[in-house]
């Protein structure tokens, strides 16, 4: 007869979250912000081919506050992405498969990712948002 006190397969419920969890999940999330925003840089170049007018209403759009919101957003996807995927190239070469340096390279990929983006958007500002 089977036991009905535990659950039969393990889900969410059972893990503690980690780093390590955290990281795996937003490298596939970011992975899919990625792919649906070349849908905007798709946009962006079709609208710069079209002319003045088509890239003021790209422009206008894009400086909205929900224009800079997922501007923004993308540009921390791509940072993300881009330094996590350092850290599994790191992985694939065999280096860092030890518990603590896991953890440490998982926190770099989070802390740089944000600092990268900062360090971006602070350059697109100074230079009045046309870089």
């Given at each position: 007869?089977?036991?009905?006190?535990?659950?039969?397969?393990?889900?969410?419920?059972?893990y503690?979250?980690?780093?390590?969890?955290?990281?795996?999940?937003?490298?596939?999330?970011?992975?899919?912000?990625?792919?649906?925003?070349?849908?905007?840089i798709?946009?962006?170049?079709?609208?710069?081919?079209?002319?003045?007018?088509?890239?003021?209403?790209?422009?206008?759009?894009a400086?909205?506050?929900?224009g800079?919101?997922?501007?923004?957003?993308w540009t921390?996807?791509?940072?993300?992405?881009?330094i996590?995927?350092?850290?599994?190239l790191?992985?694939?070469?065999?280096?860092?498969?030890?518990?603590?340096?896991?953890?440490?390279?998982?926190w770099?990929?989070?802390?740089?990712?944000?600092?990268?983006?900062?360090?971006?958007?602070?350059?697109?500002?100074m230079?009045?948002?046309?870089?």
């Amino acid at each position: 007869m089977a036991n009905h006190q535990r659950p039969l397969s393990p889900h969410m419920q059972v893990y503690r979250w980690q780093i390590q969890m955290v990281t795996s999940i937003l490298h596939r999330a970011t992975g899919i912000i990625l792919g649906v925003g070349s849908l905007l840089i798709a946009w962006a170049l079709i609208a710069l081919a079209a002319g003045p007018e088509q890239w003021g209403h790209f422009s206008a759009a894009a400086r909205s506050p929900l224009g800079f919101l997922v501007l923004f957003g993308w540009t921390w996807a791509f940072a993300y992405h881009l330094i996590n995927g350092l850290r599994h190239l790191l992985q694939d070469a065999g280096r860092s498969f030890d518990i603590p340096g896991f953890v440490r390279n998982s926190w770099i990929s989070v802390i740089g990712s944000l600092v990268l983006t900062a360090l971006v958007w602070a350059v697109a500002m100074m230079q009045g948002g046309a870089a």
